[in-house]
């Protein structure tokens, strides 16, 4: 798979390297899919294909086997980063999830061509890599190196289902996206291309839910249920917020800061002293951050409640707005009047940031929140259906 980052979210993981300045990490979910594989193959697979073998020996293979799989993985989502990369968007990130591998892409294809090439970089890798170790497996029959021929052929198999799987038609799996594309392409329309396909992939993520919950109750395949049901609800919900984003990227397109902003918001003086800020703006206002300025309109920095926290209450009377807000960076907190809005909603996206200072030649101009922006594109997505 490849996507976009979840907005807002900052998924942790083991770091474990980094290559094309690609940061490698490995999800906690990880580890218990490698145990479950690793087992199945040495429990259950090399059992019954290779006789008169240790117990400890199908275990090695297993593990080794396990090890050359999550290799593949590995290699499938730098097949789409390496494509991602030669079309100028940075990867930042390759995560190896429960379900496979995850390579975030900084930002979404500007075309569908784009879009195509980066889809098909990783079930590309994963053919050839199907083909070689088929290659591998008859060579190894060949002179009678049975339990390498075994690995191989699993690896073969797996490598080929990689590519099945991800070749469905559903975004965000790579088919998903492929087909993305290609609606994209025809119409011009991206909103309805990721709509359909974000569409096709809620309904296979239903099915994969429904599929696991029946193996859940028949009792020696219950763990492939559980898989299942965790893929479901996780394509689900990547399927959801993929749509979200083509949304707010269509309705957005074009649109200025200045387009959405609250204009001459209220604004504390900065040599205002805390208890009077908290009296006649927190506690009689309805915000919990109100821009700081100086007399003569010059943006200083935006107060949140909880800075005021970090002042002793007796010492209120003799220290000002502008003092707290001069101590804290204030680069993150603004916005100019004439940027997109994409990026005040991308920066508004960080948890602790509700509201962002607009700013025109140095001087506070107006507020943006998240609020203004979800409002102006729900008004906007409803006037069009
Ligand atoms: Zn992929």
């Given at each position: ?12 993981g083991?770091?474990i390297?980094r ?5 490698f990490?490995l999800d ?5 899919i ?6 199945s ?31 593949s ?21 390759i ?14 294809p ?19 890599l ?5 290659l591998l497996?008859?060579v190894?029959?060949a ?15 797996t ?15 790579d ?20 709509y359909?396909?974000?569409?096709i ?9 429904f599929?696991?919950?029946a ?8 763990w492939?249920?559980?898989i299942?049901?965790?893929m ?26 200045r ?9 504390i003086?900065d040599?205002?002293p ?11 206002g ?6 700081v300025?100086a ?11 909880d800075?005021l ?7 209120w009377?003799?220290?000002s ?16 009047v ?7 909603m991308r920066l508004?996206?960080?948890p602790?940031?509700?509201?962002l ?12 929140t998240?609020?203004?922006?979800l ?11």
């Amino acid at each position: 798979m490849n996507g976009e980052k979840a907005p807002g979210r900052r998924r942790s993981g083991l770091f474990i390297g980094r290559w094309f300045g690609i940061a490698f990490y490995l999800d906690a979910s990880w580890f218990l899919i490698a145990g479950i594989v690793t087992y199945s193959f040495s429990a259950e697979y090399f059992p019954e294909r290779l006789h008169r073998v240790p117990d400890g020996f199908t275990f090695l293979l297993g593990g080794l086997t396990a090890l050359l799989f999550f290799l593949s993985i590995l290699l499938h989502e730098l097949g789409h980063s390496l494509v991602s990369q030669r079309c100028g968007i940075a990867v930042p990130r390759i995560t190896l999830l429960f379900i496979g591998g995850l390579a975030e892409i900084s930002r979404e294809p500007d075309d569908a061509k784009t879009e195509l090439k980066i889809a098909l970089g990783g079930p590309v890798v994963s053919v050839v890599l199907s083909v070689l170790f088929y290659l591998l497996s008859r060579v190894g029959d060949a002179l009678g190196w049975s339990a390498a021929a075994v690995v191989c052929q699993l690896l073969a198999v797996t490598n080929f289902s990689l590519v099945v799987f991800n070749m469905i038609p559903g975004y965000p799996l790579d088919g998903g996206r492929v087909l993305r594309a290609l609606l994209w392409a025809r119409s011009g329309r991206l909103r309805w291309a990721t709509y359909v396909s974000s569409r096709i992939g809620i309904g296979f993520s239903w099915l994969l839910i429904f599929a696991g919950t029946a193996f859940l109750v028949i009792p020696p395949h219950a763990w492939i249920g559980f898989i299942y049901v965790l893929m479901g609800f996780f394509l689900k919900s990547a399927a959801e917020s993929g749509y979200m984003n083509a949304v707010q990227r269509e309705v957005l397109a074009g649109v200025r800061v200045r387009d959405l902003m609250t204009a001459n918001p209220a604004v504390i003086p900065d040599t205002l002293p805390l208890n009077l800020a908290v009296e006649d703006f927190f506690l009689t206002g309805h915000y919990t951050v109100y821009p700081v300025c100086a007399a003569d309109g010059d943006f200083r920095g935006l107060l949140r409640l909880d800075f005021l926290k970090e002042v002793p209450r007796e010492k209120w009377p003799y220290v000002s707005a502008g003092d707290v807000v001069a101590e804290k960076s204030s680069d993150a907190l603004r916005i100019g009047v004439n940027e997109s809005a994409a990026r005040a909603m991308r920066l508004l996206l960080a948890p602790e940031l509700s509201r962002l200072a607009v700013i025109e030649a140095g001087k506070l101009v107006g507020i943006v929140t998240r609020h203004d922006i979800l409002h102006f594109i729900e008004i906007h997505t409803e006037l069009e259906d």
